[in-house]
């Protein structure tokens, strides 16, 4: 389908002069159509799916972001290693070590909150990202 599709978009009907051909760039632009295709197919089928189909994908999506968020949580005792590495002054570590534990418990509490498909997962997804945030502001870098 993207063949057919970049062929139609190149034919004009004009002989047509070959410019040298940046690889990367022709690379990147075909990801990018392929993301826009399935970006579209994705909306056209979810607009042919029966809301039992439709409520089975949220309760899928839900599961999986409470399985990522527990994971996430779980992982954050290699940031004790990683806050080791970055060669911290002690109040720095305090205040690493602090941050670490807000993505824990963000992330314990967005895992709580997806449990539940019919909950609402923004509040507690901003708290995640806010608590990423913080932490990459002051430690990304170094």
Known sequence: MLALTLFACSQTG????TAPRDEGLHALMVERIDTLQRRIDILT???NRSPVELEQAQRRASDEVAS???ELAASVTLLDRTGAALGLSPSEQDQFQALALELRSASEDLALVAADADAELEPALERLQQSCAACHELYRGR
Do not use: G, I, L, S
């Not at 004009?14 to 002069?17: K, L, N």
């Open 14 to 17: 004009e002989q047509t002069v």
């Open 45 to 47: 089928y979810d607009q």
């Open 68 to 70: 990522a968020a527990r």
